[in-house]
């Protein structure tokens, strides 16, 4: 099993940190991406685009492309749980199955989101490549999203 694990502090109730991974403006403004139907409930969807790079990856080539899986769990304010979750880049095969959770705990004033993308290891370079990209890709984004949350609810 390979897997990207992410925990911060955001000055955000843990309702909104979830909805976050949501809410298409709220997906647009911190994951970049285009376009985004994501239903936070059992069995809903869970889609999200991002337009393609102009750079390419040595192994992966250009990134972009769509990312999309079924929602198995969702607690309002507190986790949710993305499973059969496939990334169709902009060109070649897709990746996956993977999976994406995430959980909240309020700590006082601030919520402690804790960010898991996992998936079965597939013993081949892309799969390897895959995982080491997503761990470095997945702090910038979790930072820009802790911005545009605590932004939203500055006191």
């Not at 790079?53 to 198995?72: K, P």
């Not at 990746?95 to 959980?103: H, Q, R």
């Amino acid at each position: 099993m390979r897997e990207c694990v992410h925990t911060l502090v955001i000055k955000a109730p843990p309702a909104a940190v979830l909805d976050a991974f949501f809410e298409p403006d709220a997906l647009a403004a911190w994951w970049e991406v285009t376009r985004a139907i994501c239903i936070p409930r059992p069995l809903g969807g869970y889609a999200v685009e991002w337009a393609p790079t102009e750079w390419r990856d040595e192994v992966l080539g250009r990134f972009g492309g769509t990312l999309h899986g079924t929602v198995v769990e969702f607690k309002a304010g507190e986790e949710f749980f993305v499973a059969d979750l496939y990334w169709h880049p902009p060109e070649g095969d897709p990746i996956g199955p993977m999976a994406l959770e995430a959980t909240c705990r309020l700590e006082g004033a601030v919520t402690r989101l804790r960010v898991r993308q996992s998936g079965y290891d597939k013993h081949s370079p892309r799969w390897a490549r895959y995982y080491e990209v997503m761990a470095a890709r997945w702090e910038p984004s979790l930072a820009a999203l802790k911005h545009y949350l605590e932004k939203r609810w500055a006191d």
